[in-house]
């Protein structure tokens, strides 16, 4: 009798050189990039908010949050919009990326854990990684990739916009 594989489907997209992914039941839709509306104060990696359907979005560069370059705006640059659940509440924000590439299914198994070393960036930000076409996808926690103050800010920011 053999066991049970489970998988589930993550959408996958590249930063730089990098390809990431994210669960796909945290994506609401796929848009192109535009600019967005410029926040005060905000850290680099907050460009700013975007109305998404009536709804002001708060819109980040994860290449900056990731301590990369900023991503610079190409035919293939797209914001994916995420309802990401953190604690009782759910952040609505959007990740820009350099090209959004497609839904994958990955088995339990294929994911390994993160990394302690060999990384740009900080590996508690990573929920695991997945060897794919001879070389890597990087599955993104992104409930962990924000702080708490981070997601107030971000919060408050898209209120802001709805009240505006």
Request: charged content about 25%; aromatic content about 6%; proline content about 5%.
């Amino acid at each position: 009798m053999a066991g049970t594989s489970s998988e589930s489907q993550y959408v996958t997209f590249s930063l730089d050189n990098e390809v990431f992914a994210v669960p796909v039941s945290v994506v609401r839709e796929i848009l192109d990039h535009e600019d967005a509306f410029k926040i005060p104060h905000g850290p680099d990696y907050l460009l700013g908010l975007r109305d998404v359907r009536g709804q002001g979005v708060p819109v980040i560069d994860l290449r900056l949050r990731l301590g990369m370059s900023k991503t610079e705006k190409t035919p293939h640059t797209r914001a994916l919009v995420l309802d990401v659940p953190i604690g009782e509440k759910i952040l609505t924000l959007g990740l820009v990326a350099d090209r959004v590439y497609e839904v994958v299914p990955f088995r339990d198994e294929e994911i390994e854990g993160a990394p302690d070393i060999g990384v740009r960036w900080p590996s508690d930000y990573i929920a695991g990684v997945v060897r794919r076409n001879g070389g890597f996808v990087v599955i993104v926690d992104l409930a962990r990739l924000f702080s708490g103050a981070e997601v107030a800010m971000m919060g408050s920011a898209g209120r802001l916009a709805a009240t505006a």
